[in-house]
């Protein structure tokens, strides 16, 4: 089914476009700048910034990038066969940039979760949705109607579940021992930052669209409020840590480098020529 929706897609562009410039170029550029962040700014190789509040965001900026990955996997038009590989490859490659100083175990474990996790969900929702990133011809594309309230409303109902239930699984891990071990720390920590990054995608989704609207950027908000407290929550159950209000302004600084990095990705993939597009389930 894939395939077919592939090739209606591919003959919605304008005839004869090659799309070398920017649409190939944009996107390498794009891996290429993700890459230079990651070896020049990744805050946990060598001292790391002076500021809680800079490391914070860098390493937010830094989390985005698999995130990114994944979405390119997942949601453009080409074969799985060509999008899996791809994605993998440049989640791999960002990985081994930021850790070219010092290898951090933990930052390859948060890759690879917040990828694998994004993947999925993204494929889910690609298949049962009907979106897709889909390159257009400076022309204009002509899309399908469909609305961007539809997705506001239809969307984040669904991202706020899904807050709800990762709530509900670290907490729930969290829980199991008295005396909390490395080993659930090193289950729960990625449930944290991949709840910090999760808002992201909703507004990445907002830049992309073909016809952009600011109108559920009030419900983003919401959802932003919800993910950083969640995170908070679930992470004074962890053991020693800095205090409550402390810790939700850290996890702020987090959340906010993830929707910087995300939101400048999608800006320059929309300059690229791609935008998404709905084409029915």
Known sequence: ??????????????????????????????????????????????????SEEVGGLLIGVLLSQPMVCAWWAAWTQASWVLRAPTGTAACIFLLLMSSLREWDAMIAVLFAVIAFTFWGLFAVL????????????????QTP????????????????TIVAALCALAKAVAFTTDHLSRGVEAVTLPIVF???????????????????NTRPLAVFALVVGACVLGATF??????????????????????????????VSAVALRWSGYRMICTGP
């Open 194 to 212: 991949t709840l910090l990054v999760l808002p992201t995608p909703v507004l990445v989704h907002l830049i992309l669209a073909d016809r952009f």
């Open 145 to 160: 109607a469909t609305s961007v309230a539809q997705f506001g409303l239809r969307f984040l109902i669904g991202w706020t």
């Open 234 to 263: 679930i992470a004074t159950s962890l053991g020693p840590m800095p205090a409550w209000g402390e810790l939700l302004w850290i996890f702020s600084w987090f959340n906010s480098g993830a929707i910087i990095g995300g939101a």
């Open 126 to 141: 690609r298949w049962k949705t009907g979106w897709r990133l889909v390159r257009i011809s400076t022309a204009g594309l």
């Open 1 to 50: 089914m894939d395939e077919t929706d592939d090739n209606a897609e591919e003959s919605a562009s304008t005839p004869g476009e090659t799309g070398w410039r920017p649409a190939v170029w944009g996107p390498l550029a794009l891996l290429a700048a993700h890459g230079l962040f990651g070896f020049l700014f990744n805050p946990i190789a060598g001292d790391g910034p002076d």
